[in-house]
């Protein structure tokens, strides 16, 4: 059975619907395993616990906007 787990920030309930959706069928398709055999778990990681650079993703999100406004 295969499993695929993905780990990233937070969101919508919307995206990790699609996200689930769509990884399932494409690997579905490349590995010629019918969808019903795979399970998909997202982990989702908040900005604070994570970090880029020796700087946590809150932080460079924060940097970016002041420097794109």
């Not at 059975?1 to 398709?29: C, F, H, N």
């Not at 590995?31 to 932080?59: A, L």
């Amino acid at each position: 059975m295969p499993y695929i787990t993905v780990e990233s920030g937070a969101l919508s309930d919307k995206q990790k619907e699609e996200l689930i959706r769509r990884l399932t069928e494409v690997s579905s398709e490349i590995m010629e395993v019918p969808q019903e055999f795979f399970v998909t778990t997202i982990k989702e990681i908040s900005d604070k616990n994570f970090g880029i650079g020796g700087k946590t993703i809150d932080k460079i999100k924060e940097e970016y906007i002041k420097r794109h406004q």
